[in-house]
């Protein structure tokens, strides 16, 4: 089976950085992928890393080290809009669900 | 391009109703999966479909029953609701292929409450 470790609550300030860790335990692996939730609303993927390093969409990256079972996602210039829940995900090998951690709610303030 | 359709929106049973979710998505995706999303517990898979005529279990899939009759639609099925299922309910699609990047697309979600 699978298994994710994020922390449950982040606290950061507007225009400033944060950093969302995510560990993971997998039989195989076949990429780690970040999804954002605002209240009331759905999940919508952010970005997806398949290799080793950093992939950048904007003020978001993300990273991944496939040695050490950790990928973070990084945010930048950091916007009251952020204010919501970050979710890491993983499958095991292609064609399987993916399988989400609990999610990271993340709070922006003034 | 409506993308993944879920109905209803809200839903209030009493114990040992039935029901059926329903989610369309019309993008031609092979694979389509239920979750459900209770406080604290993120998003947890109830069942899949990797194709039309073909479903599987996710992780918690009892008192739910799903088919996959046409690619386009995969309904979720309550058999006798109980005050534990009651969740939000997210339906999600993608494409099934090896490149896939991970990019699952939801609904809006549906928002049951058992009594």
């Known amino acids: 089976g699978q298994s994710l470790e994020q922390p449950s609550e982040v606290t950061a300030v507007e225009g400033a950085i944060v950093q969302i860790n995510c560990t993971y335990q997998?039989?195989?692996?076949?990429?780690l992928s970040w999804y954002q939730q605002h209240d009331g609303g759905a999940p919508t993927f952010l970005s997806y890393n398949g290799l080793d390093g950093l992939e950048e969409t904007g003020r978001f990256s993300s990273f991944l080290s496939r040695s050490d079972s950790y990928g973070y996602l990084l945010l930048q210039e950091l916007q009251m809009k952020d204010s919501a829940s970050y979710f890491c995900a993983v499958r095991d090998k292609g064609n399987t669900p993916l399988v989400f951690g609990k999610g990271t709610r993340l709070s922006v303030i003034a | 391009n409506a993308g993944v359709t879920q109905t209803p929106k809200f839903q209030v049973l009493k114990t040992g109703q039935s029901m059926t979710l329903q989610c369309a998505q019309d993008m031609n995706h092979e694979y389509m999966s239920w979750y459900r999303q209770d406080p604290g517990m993120g998003l947890r898979l109830i069942h899949y479909s990797v194709g039309a005529g073909i479903t599987d279990q996710g992780e918690v899939p009892n008192g739910y029953n799903v088919s996959r009759s046409t690619t386009e639609d995969f309904p979720l099925r309550l058999l006798s609701a109980a005050p534990s299922q009651t969740s939000v309910y997210f339906c999600?699609?993608?494409?099934?292929?090896?490149?896939?990047?991970?990019?699952?697309?939801f609904g809006e979600g549906s928002r049951l409450t058992v009594l």
């Open positions: 999600a699609s993608s494409y099934k292929r090896r490149s896939n990047t991970g990019e699952l697309f």
């Open positions: 997998t039989s195989g692996f076949y990429g």
